[in-house]
């Protein structure tokens, strides 16, 4: 289901973060303190940003890339899910521009291997959200969706689907 794409890619994405904070940790701290310059190179730990990065775009690829745009129109009422569409789209690049923009400032502040960790960290709590919060909504109707929503949380909505009449008949 949309739930065990969302948490697997989560828990990639939180793997392969944390292990890049490891990578910056060990250049940072075990290169610039090791005695033996040969031993602690970039090339020495290189396989480590690799992986990550391939960890990264298997998990983004299979959950945080995809499944959210399916579910926000699966999961919004009708009347509304245009409108919501265009605003979670302007926040999703935004978003996406801050941390942009952000980042290299952020990597100083903390350091690199803080600023990973910090996404690690992030990319967990993605994951307990989607394990307590979100429904799943593979194999449902939107108004078996709906109706969970209601159950759940007490939601009253007022999605109608108009019917003509003659097509009907």
Known sequence: GRKILLSFGGVLIAV????????????????????????????????????????????FSIGWGPIPWVMMGELAPLQIRGILAGITTAVNWSLATVITSTFSKYEEAVHPYGAWWSFCFISSLSVLFVIVF??????????????????????KTTTKVAVDQESVN
Do not use: M
């Open 16 to 59: 392969s973060t944390g292990i890049l904070g490891l990578y910056f940790y060990l250049i940072d701290h075990v290169c610039q303190h090791h005695s033996s310059v040969s031993y602690c190179t970039h090339d020495h730990f290189g396989y480590l940003a690799v992986a990550c990065l391939a960890i990264f775009i298997i998990g």
């Open 134 to 155: 979100l429904p799943e909504t593979k194999g449902k109707d939107l108004e078996e969706i709906e109706a969970d929503f209601k159950r759940k949380y007490g939601l």
